[in-house]
């Protein structure tokens, strides 16, 4: 008796000690308001549903590194699989409810620890976390109105009338169907289950919601990618220190990588494009295993996922250290079209604003260089192949709403590039004003055959305007030839 009153007195000490560690700090409170902004928009006839990712075969018994699904990292912060966060927004106290799998020493012995509720709750700041054994009779039990034991039988009361009214919502991040024969991801699956065994609610996307909140980068987010895109750009000076004639493109690869790791980055944002030569033309080259020569232009494109937030970098140098002549003619364009890109990039302007401002240089200057000549068409797309911007966040392609203005808390790249293939030729139907095209061209894809240059930086609108973060890195022709032209052990 003396004892076990010893063993309450303790846990009364401990208590308090507990709440502290369950908003355990700035990423935690970040984290908080992320999904309390979420379930504003959700609205208190919902429940939202999100699941980790599953794990995927590399080969045979081997999975990839593990990498979490970019909603529920945003929502949580939880890196770890088999995991559920539930929204109920209409619950009067537990509106959050973390799902984290079951203890297991054998499991554990092999892959690691597993957060406990206690550890999960601390890391993500979700006060009520239950085991994944827990979730489907939680499901059951709300959705048949029974009351949910694991929480308290009043806390799902809201939703159960929202049910019983006909106007409760799931939400949960559907896939967008391809086909109409496509099978539904697993979220739209469990879904039809429950709509095949309960009534009283419909069923939502909740793709835009968190496409909106995750295309504005709260203060916390900005320093994360401030610090990722900083890593980053340390990298890309690497990899320049690294590049040579007759070195190949997989040592400037580990040069950057090595940066990463370094720098404590989970990993890659997306897999390095180191290209040479004919190699800076392919858009998305990942083999990296080309030697490269004198004379050449290398096109890097890397940037780091740092917890859980890449930049997006590119950088086109020349393996001597100094452009050619014909190099440096496109390299300026790109340049210029960036150049115009960033002036476009004002809070209120669209996106298209940044297209529309890169397109103009481009084509301007392609028909100065004579590889165009339409000086008012779409034709300087041959050369100019893809968009100049893309949000950037959890995803290298970051989820944004289309057609939002610009406003500040948005980050972004701009990224014009040009690219002289002799293939895209080729590739052209056969009109008579694309064959009178290529005949009037044809000399100047000689001239300027395999020049590949792509300028690409990493942009963050703030109330004063839009911000470099990744200028730190060489980018102007006379940069570049200074920084390449400095002994190795004095570039930084
Ligand atoms: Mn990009």
Redesign the pocket.
């Known amino acids: 008796m003396r004892k076990s009153l010893r063993t309450a007195a303790v846990l009364i000490c401990l208590l308090p000690a507990l709440a502290r560690t369950v908003a355990a700090g700035p990423y935690q409170d970040d984290l908080k308001a992320r999904r309390a902004r979420a379930m504003e928009k959700l609205g208190t006839d919902s429940v939202a549903i999100f699941w980790s990712a599953p794990p995927r075969v590399y080969s045979l018994d081997v999975n990839y590194e593990y990498r979490q699904d970019s909603n529920l990292l945003y929502l949580t912060g939880i890196d770890q699989e088999d995991t559920v966060l539930l929204l109920m927004p209409g619950n009067p106290a537990k509106k959050e409810i973390l799902f984290v799998r079951e203890a297991d020493a054998r499991r554990e012995h092999w892959n690691g620890h597993s957060l406990t509720p206690k550890e999960a709750a601390a890391a993500s700041g979700v006060e009520t976390v239950l085991t994944m054994n827990q979730f489907e009779p939680f499901v059951i039990s709300t959705f048949s109105r029974q009351g949910t034991p694991s929480i308290g039988a009043d806390e799902t009361r809201a939703f159960g009338d929202a049910l019983a009214q006909g106007r409760a919502t799931l939400a949960v991040l559907l896939d967008a169907p391809r086909t109409l024969s496509d099978a539904p991801g697993p979220a739209g699956q469990f879904a039809g289950r429950l709509r095949d065994r309960f009534f009283g609610f419909h069923v939502v996307d909740a793709g835009p919601i968190l496409a909106e909140l995750r295309q504005i980068k709260t203060p916390y987010e900005q320093t994360v990618l401030r610090k990722s895109v900083a890593i980053s750009s340390d990298a890309h000076r690497a990899g320049m220190r690294a590049a040579a004639p007759g070195k190949w493109e997989y040592e400037v690869e580990a040069a950057i990588e090595d940066v990463y790791l370094r720098n404590g980055a989970m990993s890659w944002g997306y897999p390095s494009i180191v290209g040479s030569g004919p190699n800076a033309t392919i858009l998305h080259y990942q083999k990296s295993g080309r030697q490269m020569q004198a004379g050449e232009l290398l096109l890097v494109?890397a940037a780091a996922n740092y917890q859980g937030i890449t930049g997006?970098i590119?950088r086109t140098y020349p393996v001597s250290g100094r452009f050619s002549p014909v190099q440096r003619d496109v390299y300026e364009i790109v340049l210029a079209a960036q150049e115009a890109g960033i002036k476009a990039a004002r809070a209120g302007n669209q996106a298209s604003a940044i297209q529309n401002a890169c397109d103009e240089v481009l084509r301007a200057g392609l028909v100065k260089l004579g590889l165009v000549t339409d000086a008012t068409g779409m034709q300087f797309k041959v050369w100019a192949t893809h968009g100049v911007t893309?949000w950037i966040g959890m995803d290298?392609?970051d989820v944004g709403v289309r057609g939002k203005a610009l406003a500040p808390g948005m980050a972004f790249?701009i990224?014009p590039g040009i690219y002289v293939r002799e293939a895209a030729l080729d590739a052209l139907p056969k009109t008579p004003e694309n064959l009178a095209f290529i005949e009037r061209v044809r000399p100047l894809v000689q001239k300027y055959k395999d020049v590949g240059v792509r300028v690409?930086d990493s942009f963050l609108l703030t109330e004063t305007g839009v911000e470099n973060l990744s200028g730190s890195v060489p980018r102007t022709i006379a940069e570049i030839e200074r920084f390449l032209s400095t002994p190795s052990t004095a570039r930084r």
């Open positions: 494109d997006d590119t893309h290298v392609h790249t990224e690409e």
